[in-house]
């Protein structure tokens, strides 16, 4: 996982979190988010609250002296006035690069914490193992870590020229180098 400059990682919970932490809420693999379709604002956990808006929460850490907690809300969660749930993807150069990594790294605590809730060697329930960001089957002892998915990016020059690719699902006018 990229981490962003300013960002301290960490997976224990605070007991307080404070009320501008911010809240990458995730209803299947769409983040809830307000603003507008060029400036989309990712919710403070206090709105989230006013809301009344929740799920599972798993601390990351802090960007910049703010908190950060990645929220598995359920497939019924509702978009309420005024937000809606967007693909990362789409919200590619309108949120700052350090915000959006941060939501690609909540994105994928959610997913591990979702996927994970039975042991895969025994079929037990899991629980969470204290002090780690893991989980752990009472029955046999297995953990499951999150994990890290790697991606590769790749610029081919020829002199001063540039290879990008195009998706169908871009938008007009936006082009990338190969990843994958």
């Given at each position: 996982?990229?981490?962003?400059?300013?960002?301290?990682?960490?997976?224990?919970?605070?007991?307080?979190?404070?009320?501008?932490?911010?809240?990458?809420?995730?209803?299947?693999?769409?983040?809830?988010?307000?603003?507008?379709?060029?400036?989309?604002?990712?919710?403070?956990?206090?709105?989230?609250?006013?809301?009344?808006?929740?799920?599972?929460?798993?601390?990351?850490?802090?960007?910049?002296?703010?908190?950060?907690?990645?929220?598995?809300?359920?497939?019924?969660?509702?978009?309420?006035?005024?937000?809606?749930?967007?693909?990362?993807?789409?919200?590619?150069?309108?949120?700052?690069?350090?915000?959006?990594?941060?939501?690609?790294?909540?994105?994928?605590?959610?997913?591990?914490?979702?996927?994970?809730?039975?042991?895969?060697?025994?079929?037990?329930?899991?629980?969470?193992?204290?002090?780690?960001?893991?989980?752990?089957?009472?029955?046999?002892?297995?953990?499951?870590?999150?994990?890290?998915?790697?991606?590769?990016?790749?610029?081919?020059?020829?002199?001063?020229?540039?290879?990008?690719?195009?998706?169908p699902r871009f938008p007009p006018g936006m082009y990338s180098a190969l990843a994958g």
């Amino acid at each position: 996982m990229h981490t962003p400059a300013g960002f301290t990682s960490s997976h224990a919970l605070p007991a307080i979190l404070p009320a501008d932490t911010f809240a990458f809420a995730f209803r299947d693999a769409r983040m809830l988010v307000g603003g507008t379709d060029d400036a989309p604002l990712v919710p403070s956990i206090a709105q989230l609250e006013r809301l009344e808006i929740g799920g599972n929460r798993h601390y990351l850490g802090e960007l910049g002296g703010i908190g950060c907690v990645a929220i598995h809300l359920p497939a019924e969660a509702p978009e309420p006035e005024g937000w809606r749930y967007s693909g990362l993807r789409a919200l590619f150069f309108r949120i700052p690069e350090p915000v959006l990594a941060i939501a690609a790294r909540a994105f994928q605590v959610v997913e591990w914490d979702r996927t994970h809730r039975f042991c895969g060697r025994c079929g037990t329930p899991t629980r969470e193992k204290p002090g780690e960001r893991a989980k752990e089957c009472p029955a046999c002892g297995q953990v499951a870590y999150p994990r890290v998915t790697p991606a590769m990016m790749v610029l081919v020059t020829r002199g001063p020229e540039l290879l990008l690719a195009r998706a169908p699902r871009f938008p007009p006018g936006m082009y990338s180098a190969l990843a994958g």
